[in-house]
């Protein structure tokens, strides 16, 4: 895993080594988005009620979600260090404590929210109609009873990630994937089953997935392993670790959803064809944004293992080749994003107006996406996988209410900048970001931090 330069210096990492890290990450993203996609077209035959509903709940999961990738970036670190330092054992007793912690916490929200269904949903979207309320209260159930699954199956990801093995989270994922679309076409269009059918399938694929990841966590022949049940016993000092960063990165990522809401309700006030507009500018900058994300999730092996043995030189090496290989792949889609965007909202088959937007909102975040978004959020992982979890968090809150939420508002409401205010408000968020972001990686305050 090493590779000797012409200037004789051994670094812990080569190329290879990326390359298996990173391809693996950037497909299994890639499938997540079309197959998701997929699964809402599949959705969308039980009618519009059955739609909304699930869109609402859905929207409850997210912020659920990022607390469970919280726990999991968290344990991911921790693992990295550890392994970095080559204290194997230490690594095995992280990731049992994610895994304990991230099954304690799901289950509290199932026991939690099971029977508060109903009061949910209308506590967060307010008064909608009875079947939408009904429906949603329905899938909702399916979805609180898959979350110690779904748990399982991250936290287990994030530990092969932490490895360098990306690739079983790829698998697992693509196997999951597959059967929820499967289940949906058995259980929606042959049984009938509606709502129930799309949880049920999303249930019995996460239950799957969580087996055959918690399977594959105990082999011995891996780096990292959780061998008995004995492990799992409560270690207060390592669950300390994991929250050093887990709690700073929930609440930024729970944080961030919540203001991504606010954001869309300013849309709302501008009619259909600035909502359709939003979706659609939404969805096409997503397949954008991935291999930013996969280099963001790469980093925090490769930052956390050399942060973990002391090499922050090589830390700062790799981060900003990683910080290049985001901006070189991000901008060699940008470029024909911006030439093809209105052949791409043509697809969608957009009224003239809705189009007109679309257009506009992709080419423009084509640019900005090339140039802000790789140091705006691929660069804070790197410095939570050194341990400077607190400062993105701070910045991330400071930026997010100021500029996406405060500037959105100001542009899209008050000047009546509509679609655009708000997308030019995100733009200022990501400047502002990769301003404090770069300044703080390249000053080098984060190799003061101590996890392990």
Same mark, same amino acid.
């Given at each position: ?91 095995? !007793?992280? $990731?049992?404590?994610?895994?304990? @912690?991230? *099954?304690? =916490? +799901?289950? /509290?929200? &199932? ?71 499967? !289940?949906? $076409?058995?259980?929606?269009?042959? @049984?009938? *089953?509606? =709502? +129930?059918? /799309?949880? &049920? ?42 929250l050093r960063i887990g709690i700073p990165n929930g609440i ?30 939404s969805s096409v900058t997503s397949f954008i944004n991935i ?118 508002y100001i542009l899209a409401i008050g000047l009546r900048w ?35």
């Open positions: 895993m090493s590779n000797l330069e012409p200037d004789r210096v051994v670094h812990m990492f080569d190329r290879r080594f990326l390359t298996h890290l990173i391809i693996p990450l950037v497909i299994e993203q890639l499938l997540a988005v079309s197959i998701g996609m997929a699964d809402t077209v599949m959705v969308a035959q039980v009618g519009e009620a059955a739609v909304s509903a699930i869109s609402l709940v859905d929207a409850i999961t997210i912020l659920i979600v990022t607390l469970f990738a919280a726990f999991a970036t968290g344990g991911a670190v921790v693992a990295s260090q550890y392994l970095g330092r080559k204290d194997h054992a230490s690594a095995n !007793g992280a $990731a049992s404590q994610l895994l304990s @912690l991230s *099954l304690i =916490v +799901s289950t /509290a929200l &199932l026991i939690i929210c099971m029977p508060l269904r109903r009061p949910i949903i209308f506590l967060i979207f307010g008064s909608i109609d009875a079947d939408v309320l009904a429906l949603g209260s329905t899938y909702f159930l399916y979805i609180l009873a898959s979350l110690p699954f779904l748990a399982s199956y991250n936290a287990c990801a994030a530990l092969f990630r932490s490895m360098g093995n990306s690739r079983v989270s790829l698998w697992v994922s693509v196997v999951m994937n597959l059967l929820n679309i499967g !289940g949906n $076409a058995y259980f929606i269009y042959v @049984l009938g *089953l509606g =709502v +129930s059918g /799309a949880g &049920l399938s999303t249930l019995l694929s996460r239950v799957i997935g969580a087996a055959i990841m918690l399977t594959l966590i105990t082999g011995t022949q891996h780096t990292i392993s959780i061998r008995s049940l004995k492990s799992l016993k409560w270690q207060p000092e390592m669950v300390r670790r994991i930024e990522g729970s944080v961030f959803q919540i203001g991504k809401l606010m954001v869309q309700g300013f849309i709302t006030v501008f009619g259909t064809a600035s909502i359709a507009a939003n979706a659609i500018s291999p930013g994300g996969a280099i963001s999730l790469a980093s925090i092996t490769i930052i956390g293992q050399a942060v973990g043995a002391r090499r922050h030189d090589e830390a700062l090496y790799w981060g900003k080749r990683l910080l290049l290989i985001s901006y070189l792949a991000m901008g060699s889609l940008s470029i024909p994003g911006f030439i093809f965007a209105p052949n791409v909202v043509h697809i969608f088959n957009l009224s003239a107006q809705a189009s007109e937007i679309a257009i506009v909102v992709i080419r423009t975040t084509m640019v900005m996406g090339a140039l802000f978004w790789s140091p705006a959020f691929a660069l804070p992982n790197f410095l939570r996988a050194a341990g400077d979890a607190k400062y993105t968090m701070g910045v991330s809150m400071f930026s997010m209410w100021l500029f996406r939420v405060g500037v959105s509509g679609v655009y205010g708000v997308w030019i408000g995100m733009y200022i968020d990501w400047i502002c970001r990769s301003t404090f972001f770069t300044q703080r990686f390249l000053r080098g305050k984060w190799k003061t931090k101590t996890l392990i």
